[in-house]
């Protein structure tokens, strides 16, 4: 929910990490200056623990926590099975690692294995305009993926062997936990980077309602740089949440 104007916030990602991350977020700010609720944003907020690089507070709608993966040109672009029920803190995927009851996304620009991931998927979709991700068009080949309850018993297992080996107490983990964990997950794949993120994000902003006052690309990078100086200052011990009210002010 929306709470307040400062936050605690943690480290920082890397350069092209960084680059989708503040691209994201401009698409956040872009998406909720349509409606009407109150919301909040935030980056690097320790408060959504490892979904921490896009916290998108709304008073209406609910909380989303967004993780976001972006994998370099030439570095492995598939995600696997074996990923997603992978108990080590290094893999990017693994669903054991984040074990968390909120509405959560991970964002990747790599793809999945659909193959490998066929017994899984309950429904493999488009993003819809009532997503915050959604960027018009019939999006590409992005998709958004959940998970049935076929993969339960296993991620259970799962779970509870990631606790012991790091110390966390999952033992007691509950089957109706478990459904409760992979009913507010979302794993969105094959998503643009780079210069094609920004184009769609150019095309997003020729629709708003100020979009007369600068061209689509000036405007773009006006709004990109206002995003940057308020990212950079992260840096500091305590983050400061971007509000609906500090979005309108940009134009």
């Known amino acids: 929910m929306v709470s307040g104007y400062k936050y605690h916030k943690r480290g920082n990602a890397g350069r092209e990490g960084s680059s989708f991350q503040i691209d994201l977020l401009t698409l956040f700010l872009l998406n909720a200056l349509k409606g009407d609720s109150k919301w909040q944003l935030s980056t690097e907020n320790m408060e959504g623990d490892i979904f921490d690089d896009i916290v998108f507070q709304r008073e209406l709608e609910g909380d989303i926590l967004l993780q976001a993966k972006h994998k370099q040109y030439g570095a492995k672009k598939t995600v696997t099975y074996k990923d997603l029920l992978s ?4 893999c990017d995927f693994s669903l054991p690692n984040k074990f968390r009851i909120e509405n959560i996304v991970i964002c990747t620009n790599a793809q999945f294995d659909t193959k490998g991931l066929n017994k899984l998927l309950v429904n493999k979709t488009p993003l819809t305009e009532d997503s915050i991700l959604y960027f018009g068009g019939t999006n590409g080949d992005t998709f958004c993926y959940t998970f049935n309850e076929s993969i339960k018993l296993e991620l259970k297992q799962q779970i509870q062997m990631y606790g012991r080996q790091h110390e966390k107490n999952l033992a007691e983990i509950s089957d109706d936990t478990i459904s409760e964990y992979l009913k507010h997950l979302q794993l969105v794949a094959n998503y643009p980077s780079g210069e094609q993120l920004q184009k769609i994000l150019e095309t997003i902003i020729l629709q708003m309602e100020w ?17 940057d100086v308020w990212f950079c200052e992260m840096r500091k011990d305590k983050g400061t949440y971007l509000t ?3 979005a309108k002010a940009f134009f």
């Open 87 to 90: 108990i080590s803190k290094k």
């Open 211 to 227: 979009a007369h006052k600068l061209n689509n690309e000036v405007c773009l990078n006006y709004i990109r740089k206002k995003i």
């Open 244 to 246: 609906q009210a500090d």
